[in-house]
C-alpha cells in the first residue's frame, strides 16, 4: 500500500508543479471544439490534448537550470497563443482551421503577397479588439483556476484526471498498433494539441514540398508528337469519386437514381459502357495510372512517365483542371501534379489529406469554375472536372435538401445496412443531377465527354461490416465502376465513323490504367508511348489481357 500511495504523492505533485504550464496549454487549445459537430469526439481530442501537454510538462520538467525550462515553456506559450490567434482568424473568415494544405500555400507564397494580404485583411480595428477581449477571458479563467489549484481535492482531481488521459490515450495507441492503424497517432500530431499540429503540418508540408518538386520536375514533360490531327474543340473527362455502377439505375439497379443519364443513353446521347474495372481501390493508386502511360504492375515510379497533359499541350490544347478533391498532401499531390501540368486550374477550396471533414463544398462549386472556363474558350480546350462524387460520408455529398432515398426505399439486413445504402443511393442520384449539370453546357458545341470513377464503393454488400473501399479490402463491387461517354449533336454529324466506333465499344473489357491510350486514340494524337490495342475505342483493342486489381486477378461475376 506505501508503494501507491508513493505513487500518488509523485502524481499530485507533478500535477501540482506543472498545474499553471498544463492549463496553459490547454486553454489555448480550446479551438479543438470547433472542429467536430460530435461533442463525443471532441472530448476524445480533448484528452489526446491533455496527454501531449502532460507530455511537454513532463519533458521540460527535467530541464535544468530553471531558467531554461522556464524560457523554454514561456517560449511554448507564446507560440501557443500566436497559434491560437492564428486558428480563430481563420475559424472566423473561413469557417475552418488551418490544414497542412493552407500551410503549403503559406510556405510557398513570397512577402511581397504576404503584405498584400496583411494590408486587405488584418487592419480592422475589430480583429485586434476581438484578440485583446479572447486574452481577457483566458486570463481571467486562468486566475480562477489558480484558485482551484489551492484547494487540495481539485489538485488530487487534476491528477486523475492526467492520469485518465494518458491510460486512454496509450490504450487507444496499443489497439491501434494491433490493428496496424495510425488512427491515435495521427490525432497527436495532427489534429488536437493545436502548437503540435501546427509544427507537424509544417514539417510535412516542407516535405511535401520537396516531394511535389520531385515530381513535378520527373516525367517526360515535353513529349514528342509522332502524328497531330486532333480537331475536336471541347474534349472533357469527369473524374468521379467511389461511384459503383451497381447502384446505378441506368446500370440496371433497382432504384431509378440516374434519371437525366438513362434519358440520354435512351436519346442516344450517351453510351454506357458495361464491363469497365478500375485498376485499385484507391484514388491515388487510380490517378497515378489514369492520366499516364503507366500501367497496373509497371516499373519505376508513376510520375517518370509521360503525363496526357503534356501531350495535349504539346498538341496545341488548353488543358484545364477543375477540382473538388484535396489540394495537397499525400491523397492530393497526383492530382495536383496534374494541374501544375495543365494551362489553368482551380480548386473549389484548400483543403489537404489530412483534413477533419469533406463536408463542403458540393460538387456544384465546380460549375461556376467551369463557367468561367468557358467564358473565353480556346480553339481546342481539354478539361477534367475531378468531384467529391459519391465519397464517404456519404450523406455530406448532397444538400439536405436534395433528400430522395429512405431505409424505406432499402433492402438489408438491417438499418444500418439500410441507412448506408439510402445515403449512397441518394448520393448517386446528386451525383447524376451534376452530370447532367455538366453536360448541359456542352449540348450546343462540338464536344465529347468522357465520365469514369476512380474505384466503386462496397456498400456492406461484401463486406457486411464496414462501408467503403480500399486494395486491403479489395473485391468486385470496389472496381466494377461506370463509364460513359456523352456525344453533342455536333460532334456525332461531323464524326459519324469515331462515334460509331465508340459505340460498337461499350461491351469490351476494359481497365481505365489504359485511359490515356483510348483519349488519344479518340483525339487522332499518336506518341512513341501509344498503343491502339490498348484503346478501348481502337478495333484492333486486345480484349484477352487479364486485368489485375491491386495485386488480385479480376474475374468478373
Known sequence: MSFFRNIKEIIVNFAGRNFAFITTI????????TIF???GKAIHLFLYTTFVATCLAFFT??????????AI???????????????????????????QAIIEVLLATNKDEV???????LTSGWLYAAVVFIFLVLYIASQQLIKLKRNSKFTSFFAFWLVFAAIFTVVNIVKDVCKKKDKTIVSLTSKCCPLVRTCSHIYNGINNLQNFELMLKSGNA????????????????IVGESTSRHHMGIYGYRLDNTPYMSKREKDGEVFKFTDVISPNGQTMLVLEKLFTFYRQNGKGKWYEYTDLFSILKAAGYYTTWLSNQEYSGIWGNNGRIYAERCNARSFTKLRSSESFSIKDPYDAALLPLLDRTLVQPKAKNFIVLHLLGTH????DRYPNTFKAYSINDEQGENEKMKMERADYDTSIRYNDSIM???????????AIIIYTSDHGEDVMEINKKVAGHGDICINNRIVEIPMMVYVSKSFREKRPELTKRIQQAVNRPFMTDDMIHSILDVMEIKTCEYNPQLSIFNDKFNANRKRYCGKKLYKRK
Open 26 to 33: 490547454l486553454l489555448l487549445s480550446l479551438t479543438v471544439f
Open 37 to 39: 459537430d460530435s461533442f
Open 61 to 70: 520538467d527535467f530541464l535544468r537550470p530553471k531558467k531554461l525550462r522556464y
Open 73 to 99: 515553456r514561456r517560449m511554448l506559450i507564446i507560440l501557443g497563443a500566436i497559434v491560437l490567434i492564428t486558428d480563430l482568424f481563420f475559424a472566423f473568415y473561413y469557417q475552418g482551421l488551418p490544414d
Open 115 to 121: 503584405w498584400e494580404y496583411a494590408k486587405a485583411n
Open 222 to 237: 515535353k513529349p514528342r508528337l509522332l502524328s497531330n490531327n486532333s480537331s475536336i474543340p471541347y474534349v472533357v473527362y
Open 392 to 395: 464517404q460520408e456519404y450523406s
Open 436 to 446: 447532367n449539370a455538366i453536360i448541359k453546357r456542352f449540348e450546343n458545341k462540338d
